[in-house]
């Protein structure tokens, strides 16, 4: 079959380039979001993308893609879904926003606690970083302790609290056994960011000294079920069951960061997946089908003290009827059977692919992740990562080549080696089977 898909040549991007020098002049750096600075490779400007329909998008100068970065994972039906734009115009008919109480917010509450094991009680926002921030103060609230436990390389947006040991160097780091607590931005106070305890992912015997030394003093533990931002690291078997025990143990907290798992792992996301509940859970992302909307949810007792307003949380857009009309739909469809299977599918044979294609190449890598969401990573053993130092080590320069061979054929997946490669529900089997040459091509660049 043949597809008019990919770059004919790299510096046929000429408009996306005039577009950046536009942009220069009146957005910061020229875009709106640190992650944008580049997604053309070895050229010194982004990708433009005017438009995207079911699994593809166009950039501005008319080239057609496959397309595995879905908005890092939001657009989890694909692009334009007919009935997505179908239930947003009936809204829009209706009005965007009044700033008062509707409808819409409590139907799709509704559904978030029948699909989501834990979820009692829901409280919007429109980004994920939002809703971190309220589920942190719910839980600092709930349980009168200020300090958090975050995992090294873990994610939690950009908000000062939990901006702290993202992604830092070696240097920063600091021993495994007491990781520093290292800004991921200039900005950050040290007042702020202070109460923060970092732990190494998968590491249960330092998890426990340090749970020793600061436990009764932190009101939560917070975690990506799946290291989604990097690398799709995978939690090692009994890890939170493990972290679920000692946070009953020690009046701690347990949250689940499911901005970029939540309802991809399975229709009640990590807590069905791996069959641990948690207390407070975040999602955004998917949820919300490519519209902003984000949510944090919880124990009935945690959440209460949120709508007694003991816990203040607030915001002129949460739960506007637009944008919760598009989650409604997109969990709707998500819950219909064979939605998220159809999705798995494509995922695995994709990964497959990549490992078949590896082979065949005599190259080194490992494949990780789960069917909906996953990343091939270039290290010298070929071996599952156990923790985002693991990342250190990693070939980055292979992942460019793999990545940019397959930018040129027509496959679109996010430029930086340590995000995820996103599956949606409009993927096809010619998708699939285009994707699938195009990896057995891209490999061969990899040296």
Not at 256 to 276: H, K, M, P, S, W
């Amino acid at each position: 079959m043949v597809h008019p898909l990919g770059l004919t040549d790299l510096h046929a991007t000429s408009q996306s380039q005039r577009w950046f020098a536009r942009a220069k002049q009146v957005l910061a750096g020229g875009i709106s979001s640190s992650a944008r600075s580049s997604t053309t490779g070895p050229l010194p400007y982004p990708l433009y993308i005017a438009r995207g329909n079911k699994s593809h998008v166009w950039d501005v100068d008319g080239h057609e893609f496959i397309d595995y970065l879905l908005s890092y994972g939001s657009a989890i039906l694909g692009h334009a879904d007919s009935g997505l734009v179908s239930a947003v115009q009936e809204q829009l008919d209706r009005g965007t926003m009044f700033g008062t109480c509707n409808t819409v917010e409590v139907e799709l509450a509704e559904q978030i606690c029948a699909m989501v094991p834990g979820a009692e009680l829901v409280r919007y926002a429109n980004s994920g970083s939002e809703a971190i921030s309220g589920a942190i103060r719910a839980a600092r609230g709930f349980t009168g302790r200020n300090r958090i436990i975050k995992f090294e390389g873990h994610y939690h947006g950009w908000i000062d609290v939990l901006a702290v040991s993202n992604r830092p160097t070696s240097t920063e780091a600091g021993p495994l056994d007491h990781p520093h607590n290292s800004p991921h931005s200039r900005g950050i106070p040290e007042g702020v960011s202070g109460d923060v305890i970092i732990a190494p992912w998968n590491h249960k015997d330092i998890i426990e000294q340090l749970l020793k030394e600061h436990g009764d003093e932190s009101a939560a533990i917070i975690l990506e079920p799946i290291v989604a931002n990097n690398a799709c690291i995978m939690p090692e078997d009994g890890l939170l069951p493990w972290l679920r025990e000692q946070c009953d143990k020690r009046g701690i907290l347990l949250i689940y960061d499911e901005i970029v798992t939540g309802f991809r792992l399975a229709r009640g996301g990590a807590a069905q997946y791996f069959g641990v509940t948690p207390d407070l859970t975040i999602f955004s992302k998917a949820i919300g089908g490519g519209f902003p909307i984000s949510a944090f949810a919880g124990r009935r007792a945690i959440m209460e003290q949120v709508g007694a307003n003991v816990v203040k949380h607030g915001g002129t857009y949460n739960g506007n009827p637009l944008c919760a009309a598009a989650a409604l739909y997109t969990l709707r469809k998500i819950n219909e059977p064979g939605t998220l299977e159809n999705i798995y599918s494509h995922g695995r044979s994709c990964m497959e692919a990549i490992r078949r294609a590896a082979t065949d190449a005599g190259v080194v890598c490992v494949v990780q992740g789960v069917g909906s969401m996953f990343q091939v990573i270039f290290n010298e053993d070929g071996r599952p990562l156990k923790h985002y130092r693991d990342l250190l080590k990693v070939n980055t320069q292979r992942y460019a080549a793999f990545r940019h061979s397959l930018l040129m054929q027509g496959v679109h997946v996010n430029s930086s080696g340590s995000a995820c490669w996103f599956v949606s529900a409009a993927h096809r089997a010619d998708d699939l089977e285009f994707t699938t040459q195009a990896i057995g091509q891209a490999m061969k660049s990899v040296r």
